[in-house]
């Protein structure tokens, strides 16, 4: 990695940087960079990978505690409404 590349990932972030942050991004960039390589070499030999399948979905019940939101219950309590509809000012 070099200034350039830097200097190119800076452009793509759409930020500015000074020329003593890009050297300082480069050197954390080179220590990252240097750490992976590191975490590449790891053996890892007979593991499967594990699955867990099961229904993430749920029932969709009201909080516990007592509170309870209802349509009538909101209509009630907005300044202004009409016919079962909320009244808010013309947005153009």
């Given at each position: 990695?070099?200034?350039?590349?830097v200097e190119k990932l800076?452009?793509?972030a759409k930020i500015e940087l000074s020329e003593d942050e890009k050297q300082k991004i480069l050197l954390d960039m080179e220590g990252i960079l240097e750490y992976v390589k590191v975490v590449e070499k790891v053996e890892v030999p007979d593991v499967e990978p594990v699955y867990a399948q099961k229904n993430v979905w749920r029932e969709d019940l009201p909080a516990s505690g007592g509170l309870v939101f209802s349509g009538d219950l909101i209509i009630k309590q907005f300044p202004d409404a009409q016919?079962?509809?909320?009244?808010?000012?013309?947005?153009?």
């Open positions: 990695m070099n200034i350039k590349d800076a452009e793509l016919d079962g509809f909320l009244k808010v000012k013309k947005i153009l």
